[in-house]
């Protein structure tokens, strides 16, 4: 059977909701993590190019940066370093052989990545931690407010996170964090947040913060997740925080040296999130997306429906082609 069109295609990016004249232009992509959940898969492959469909994770992330209107992205990568910068570059040979056969969707598809958005990259030379990965882009940002998203982290496309973010860095000023309710026996996999209201409706002050903790030991249910606005401040308290949890340099610590200063507000986001380095939050990102598509979904629900129907002993085993 003949692969039908490539996602690119099928799900295209929400219409930019950017609001003319805000502060912030520039967006740091983390990706020079271990990605040690996901061996082996991850030995000579970035966790941020695993395939979401047919797409990698941080393409995902980049449409996300390039839809909220941020138009230069810096990409921290380490190790492997090559997959993610031929990716958002042009691919001339595989571009002249598609333009050759009039393949206009693929060739579209192939081309996109490097036309989302101006795309650096920077390497960080060691692990240290998200928070050196962030410093590591210093001298790109100078002293402007940037976003930070982490690579392998997914917010679902019809969500307006990222906006919503830029939206209260530019009215509030100071640094904002995406925070996600947790069951408390998941705060531990996360940086958790203190929070106070602001009287605005889905936004929190953020009056203190600690690197996963303990479920005793957090101060609420309201975990960090992959999306920052961050004032240049933070570089100087970057500097000068020590290595923390795990030994890397953690973001967090210094977001809690911002935070006792009361420049921190968090935004309380309710959609749908996966984090891509975690194998079960892998497999239901993946299935999602795949589900939904027009090309792929009426197919594959059909299949998934015969093989839940295996799983709970409703239906025969053995069904490898769809209903
Ligand atoms: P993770 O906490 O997921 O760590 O990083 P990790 O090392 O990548 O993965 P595991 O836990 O070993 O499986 C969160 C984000 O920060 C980036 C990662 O690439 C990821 O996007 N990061 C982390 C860096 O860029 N540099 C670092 O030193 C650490």
Redesign the pocket.
């Known amino acids: 059977m003949s692969t039908p069109h490539p996602s690119a295609r099928a799900t295209p990016a929400p219409a930019p909701a950017v609001r003319a004249g805000r502060a912030v232009r520039k967006a740091v992509?983390?990706?020079?993590?271990?990605?040690?959940?996901?061996?082996p898969a991850?030995k000579a492959t970035?966790?941020?190019m695993l395939p979401v469909v047919d797409k990698p994770a941080i393409q995902y992330v980049v449409e996300e940066a390039a839809a909220a209107g941020l138009d230069d992205v810096l990409m921290?990568?380490?190790r492997h370093k090559r997959a993610i910068e031929d990716h958002f570059d042009h691919a001339f040979e595989l571009e002249q052989a598609l333009a050759a056969k009039g393949d206009t969707v693929r060739l579209d598809a192939v081309r996109d990545p490097a036309r989302l958005a101006s795309i650096h990259h920077i390497r960080?030379g060691?692990?240290?931690?998200?928070g050196?990965?962030v410093l590591c882009a210093r001298r790109h940002i100078g002293d402007q407010p940037f976003a930070v998203l982490?690579?392998?982290?997914l917010i679902d496309p019809r969500e307006t996170l990222l906006s919503r973010m830029l939206d209260v860095r530019d009215r509030l000023l100071g640094s904002v964090v995406a925070l996600m309710e947790v069951p408390p026996g998941q705060i531990h996999r996360y940086g958790c947040a203190a929070v106070e209201p602001t009287g605005e409706e889905g936004v929190v002050r953020v009056t203190g913060l600690v690197e996963k903790p303990a479920p005793q030991d957090a101060p609420s249910r309201y975990a960090v997740i992959?999306r920052y606005v961050l004032d240049p401040d933070v570089f100087t308290v970057l500097e000068r925080t020590p290595p923390g949890r795990g030994g890397?340099?953690q973001l967090t610590d210094a977001l809690e040296q911002l935070a006792s200063g009361g420049t921190v507000h968090g935004i309380v986001f309710e959609g749908l999130r996966h984090?891509t380095?975690?194998k079960a939050d892998y497999l239901r990102a993946v299935v999602r997306p795949a589900c939904e598509r027009p090309d792929l979904g009426p197919e594959f629900v059909a299949w998934l429906r015969g093989f839940l129907g295996e799983l709970d002993g409703t239906r025969p085993g053995h069904r490898d082609v769809a209903a």
């Open positions: 992509i983390p990706a020079a993590g271990l990605g040690t959940r996901f061996l991850t970035p966790k941020e921290v990568t380490g960080q060691e692990p240290l931690g998200l050196h990965a982490l690579g392998d982290d992959g890397e340099i984090d380095g975690d």
